[in-house]
C-alpha cells in the first residue's frame, strides 16, 4: 500500500473519530441539558406546592439540631418505661416543649406509623376570627405542612374524607389552620420518632355531644373503609392522635374555682386527675365520654365543670371516632391508660439554652397550664 493511499485512510479514520467525539458530545449537552430541565421542573413543581405557614416559631422546635438536643436529653432524663403493643390512639399536649417535652416524649417515643389522623383544638381565637365555626369539622387544602426535618406530607385519607363524608359536616378553611397551632404541635415530635409520616389533619369545632356521635359515626365509617381499601391496620400503619391541653388555672385566665394560691393549684390538680380517671381512661364507650358533658347554656354542650380544658371538644370528638374504628376494623374496644401527667408550674422550664426554644407565657400560681399524656389500647 502506497503512502499516499495509507494518508486517505488515516484521514477517513480521523473523520469518523471526529464525527463520533461531536455526536458524543452533543449526546452529553443534550443529557445534561434534559437533566438541568426537569431538575428546574421538579424544584418548579416543588415551589408550587403550598405549605402550611408556621404558627409558633417560639414554642415548638422547626430546627432538627435543636429538635434532637431536646429529643437527646429528654431521652437521657427519663426513667420510666411504657408499653407500645395495641397503642391505636392517643391524647397528647400541645404547649410549649420547654414546659411540656417531659409529657410529649414518651408518648412519641411508643408511635412508629406511616400516617396520622391529628384532631386537633378550634381555639377561641379562631373563632373570634373566624365565625359560623360551629358543629363541624374543618380541614385544609394544604399541600404540605411544616416539620422540622423537612415538610410533612398530606396523607390522601383527607381528600378521600372530602370525597365521601357528608358536605354538612365539615368545611374546608385553611385561614382556620394557619391561625390554630394545637395540630403543628405535634409534628416535630411525631416526625422526629417518623421521618416518612403523612397526616390528615382534623380540626373539631364546639359541638353538642349528640352532634359529635352523629358526625363521629360517619367519620369512623369513611375512614374505617379507607382502612380496609389500604388494608391498613390500627397502630401498625394508621394512628390517632387528640391534641389538647388541660386546665387553664389561675387569675391570668379569670378561674379560679378552687380560689388562689399553693391550696388551689393542688385541688384542681386533683380536680384534673379525677377528670382522667373517672372519664379518659380504662375501656372507652359512649356513656364514658358522655360523663364529660353537662348542661350549659341550656345547651348538652361539654363543661369540664371547674375546670378550663382546651380539648373540650378535640377530646370527646376524637375518643368517640377512634373507639368507633377501632370496633369496625378490629371488632375491639379500646382502653385508655395514663402515661404522665404534669402542669406547668411543676415542671418549670427544661433547662435548654441558646437552642432556638422558648416560652409563649408564664408558669406560676397565677397561670399554669396542664397536661395529660394518655395512650389508648385495643382491649
Not at 378553611?173 to 404541635?185: C, G, K, T, V
Request: aromatic residues 12%.
Amino acid at each position: 500500500m502506497s503512502f499516499g493511499e495509507n494518508k486517505k485512510q488515516s484521514q477517513k479514520r480521523l473523520a469518523g473519530e471526529s464525527i463520533f467525539f461531536w455526536l458524543g458530545t452533543l449526546a452529553a449537552i443534550l443529557l445534561i441539558g434534559s437533566l438541568n430541565w426537569l431538575s428546574a421542573s421538579a424544584a418548579e413543581q416543588q415551589a408550587s406546592r403550598r405549605i402550611r405557614p408556621v404558627r409558633d416559631d417560639v414554642g415548638f422546635s422547626w430546627n432538627a439540631n435543636s429538635m434532637k438536643i431536646l429529643v437527646d436529653y429528654l431521652a437521657a432524663n427519663e426513667q420510666e418505661t411504657f408499653r407500645s403493643e395495641g397503642l391505636v390512639a392517643a391524647i397528647s399536649p400541645h404547649d410549649d416543649y420547654l414546659l411540656a417535652g417531659r409529657i410529649y416524649y414518651p408518648l412519641f417515643n411508643l408511635i412508629r406509623t406511616k400516617e396520622v389522623v391529628i384532631f386537633g383544638v378550634t381555639h377561641g381565637t379562631v373563632r373570634q376570627e373566624i365565625k359560623g365555626l360551629d358543629s363541624v369539622l374543618i380541614l385544609d387544602d394544604y399541600d404540605l405542612w411544616p416539620g422540622s426535618l423537612k415538610p410533612v406530607q398530606v396523607s390522601p385519607l383527607r381528600e378521600y374524607i372530602k370525597k365521601n363524608l357528608k358536605p354538612a359536616y365539615f368545611v374546608v378553611n385553611d385561614q382556620a389552620h394557619e391561625l390554630e397551632h394545637s395540630i403543628e404541635a405535634l409534628l416535630p415530635f411525631l416526625q422526629y420518632f417518623n421521618p416518612e409520616v403523612k397526616i390528615t389533619p382534623v380540626m373539631v369545632a364546639p359541638m353538642p355531644l349528640d352532634k359529635m356521635e352523629e358526625i363521629s359515626s360517619e367519620l369512623a365509617r369513611v375512614i374505617a373503609n379507607y382502612m380496609k381499601e389500604k388494608r391498613l391496620v390500627a397502630g401498625r400503619d394508621i394512628f390517632f392522635l387528640i391534641s389538647a391541653d388541660g386546665n387553664h388555672y389561675g387569675k391570668d385566665f379569670n378561674n379560679l374555682a378552687f380560689g388562689e394560691g399553693q391550696e388551689a393549684w393542688e385541688k384542681a390538680r386533683a380536680f384534673d386527675q379525677k377528670l382522667i380517671s373517672s372519664y379518659m381512661t380504662g375501656i372507652i364507650d359512649k356513656q364514658k365520654v358522655a360523663g364529660l358533658t353537662a348542661e350549659f347554656w341550656g345547651k348538652t354542650y361539654l363543661d369540664y365543670k371547674n375546670s378550663y380544658w382546651c380539648g373540650k371538644y378535640s377530646i370527646p370528638f376524637g375518643l368517640l371516632a377512634s373507639e368507633k374504628i377501632s370496633q369496625e376494623t378490629a371488632g375491639r374496644k379500646l382502653k385508655g391508660e395514663l402515661i404522665r401527667y404534669s402542669d406547668s408550674y411543676s415542671e418549670g422550664a427544661l433547662p435548654l439554652k441558646k437552642i432556638g426554644l422558648g416560652t409563649t407565657a408564664p408558669f406560676s400560681l397565677r397561670h399554669w397550664v396542664s397536661y395529660a399524656a394518655i395512650g389508648y389500647y385495643l382491649d
